[in-house]
């Protein structure tokens, strides 16, 4: 369980294929306050830690998580960034939104556009997410907890303020990208109670 609230930008140092995908994260994390098997969300997918050093860490990626991320995309290579976020604890403020892990779909950025001091990022979505995202709803983006503004069909725009961009891979990022998305499990299941009314 996760908040969106990112805590840390790595950089993936070594990918590797075996029997399935593995990738070394360098962070700055100390390494002597992860537990083997601890969760942690790699661009909004929460990966299981297997091993450790001073300034990095080791996921293992199944096939199936690869297929359904960007990480299928090729955008995983060497120096790629990547937002971290370790999982919750007990007594953990809640900034962002509840944020599970899983990843429902790939959205694609379809524009950037400066606002002000803020950036306008307008993105597409698969049909079948479209109708998971409301104006004022949240939504998580490579792990970001993110408020969005408006809904047109299946496309959806957000803003992002400084910080934000500073502080997260989102300062990088550029139109066509593809975008892990996660939608709000609470949009989930008030839909899946609408389908019995």
Known sequence: M???IITDVGEIIELEKRGDLRARI???YDANGIAFGASIACDGI???AVDFGDNWFDVEISAETVSKTVIGSGLWKINHQV???RSLKVGDELGGHI???HVDGIAKVSSIKDEGDSTRFMFEVPEELARFIAPKGSVALNG???TVNEVKDNTFGINLVPHTKKVTSWGKTKVGDPINLEIDTLARYVARLA???
Do not use: H
Request: aromatic share 10%.
């Open 26 to 28: 360098k962070t700055n």
């Open 46 to 48: 929460c990966l299981t």
């Open 195 to 197: 389908e019995y009314q």
């Open 2 to 4: 996760f908040t969106g």
């Open 83 to 85: 937002n971290l976020e």
């Open 99 to 101: 944020v599970s892990g």
């Open 144 to 146: 970001t907890s993110l």
